[in-house]
């Protein structure tokens, strides 16, 4: 691989279009080289123009000669779903957690696989893995399995497995921990005033467990932790990615940003600055959402501080690694997909959300 195409896999960027892939979308892949593609709900029509799009960008991505394409999504049930109608709804993960049934989460697991893999997507930003601890919380809570770390822990790890036997990528989110936040790192930067000992105590607990279980991705957040490190958010302190995810877990696979065009980041930082300062602290994939723009700078700004010496090529080598070697685990292609038949699926997630009633969720 040139350089330029090992900087291009380290960029999960957003993009325009709902059909097919525009002239921009085109040139991230092809002149960039992208290692993947994030889409949502303004992505998504219905079922038809969905797989026709991800189809479309698989067969320009294997033009181009890249390596297979990630084609993500956040689908985690409840109010975040981003599927089409056509699809029977999946509920957030509350409901599943006040089940305390292992394999009701499983099958969660199962069945959130089953929908993304059906339209041609490989990667699920999913199971939270937060821990629903502030109530006053504005972006986590229902999303959450519950308010405990091994409740969470139990009914996670096992959302994660389901998905891990259906052959899709589980992104677990959003390390070290969103549940005790009281800012949506979307509009702006929450700060959360937790020494490590403390979040080694909650937080960690379940991340700690899904990595014993070689967790496939973790996405790290927008969250500054004054008393750990005062001088940079979770996603990109050398503190908190290398010090203790890499260090103290042992983390050795592939480290996701959350998206870095949110507020947290836009508001009170440099996106070029900010995006090298992830790779230094030990990220590999950053996820630049919302267009050529945005995708076009970070990867820039990589390859400028690989060739001024600020960045290593062996560092970016090692994310590379990883990076590949997520892919050639979960044998990904750029093959098409037919539009999926619904059917079977929809029938049963329907019968799995009666089971999940019946348990009491």
């Given amino acids: 691989m040139s350089l330029e195409e090992k900087v291009g896999q380290m960029i999960l960027a957003g993009f325009e279009g709902r059909v097919a892939p525009d002239a921009a979308t085109l040139r991230m892949i092809r002149e960039d080289h992208i290692g993947g593609v994030i889409l949502y709900k303004n992505n998504i029509a219905d079922t038809a123009k969905m797989t026709k799009l991800i189809n479309a ?86 999303r959450s399995f519950g308010a405990s770390a091994e409740l969470v822990e139990r009914a996670g790890l096992a959302v994660m497995r389901g998905m891990r036997d259906q052959g899709v990528i589980s992104v677990v989110k959003h390390f070290p921990g969103h549940g005790d936040t009281a800012v949506d790192s979307h509009l702006d930067l929450p700060v959360l005033n937790k020494t490590a000992d403390q979040l080694a105590k909650l937080e960690w607990l379940p991340f700690k467990a899904a990595i014993g279980q070689q967790a496939d991705a973790v996405m790290v957040a927008h969250i500054l932790f004054p008393k750990i490190d005062p001088d940079a958010p979770a996603s990109f302190s050398k503190v908190i990615i290398g010090d203790q995810l890499r260090g103290k877990l042992g983390y050795k696979g592939v480290v996701i940003t959350d998206d870095m065009t949110m507020g947290a980041i836009a508001k009170h930082y440099n996106l070029a600055e900010a995006s090298v300062k992830s790779i230094e602290a030990g990220s590999d994939i950053l996820l630049a959402a919302h267009g050529y723009d945005v995708e076009h700078n970070v990867y820039k700004a990589l390859l400028s501080a690989v060739k001024s010496g600020r960045l290593s090529e062996a560092r970016i080598d090692e994310s590379v690694k990883r990076i590949l070697t997520l892919k050639a685990r979960y044998e990904l292609t750029d093959a098409a997909t037919s539009v999926p038949k619904l059917a079977s699926l929809n029938a049963d997630i329907a019968a799995w959300r009666k089971a999940v009633e019946k348990a009491g969720g």
């Fill in 57 to 142: 960008i698989k067969a320009a991505n294997a033009k181009a000669g890249n390596a297979p394409i990630f084609v993500s999504v956040d689908q985690e049930g409840g109010k975040v779903s981003r599927l089409p109608a056509a699809y029977e709804k999946i509920p957030e993960a509350a409901v599943v957690g006040r089940t305390g049934d292992e394999g009701l989460a499983e099958r969660m697991g199962n069945l959130l696989a089953r929908e993304v893999r059906s339209a041609g997507f490989n990667v699920d930003f999913a199971p939270v893995l937060d821990i629903n601890s502030n109530p006053n919380n504005p972006v986590i809570g229902n």
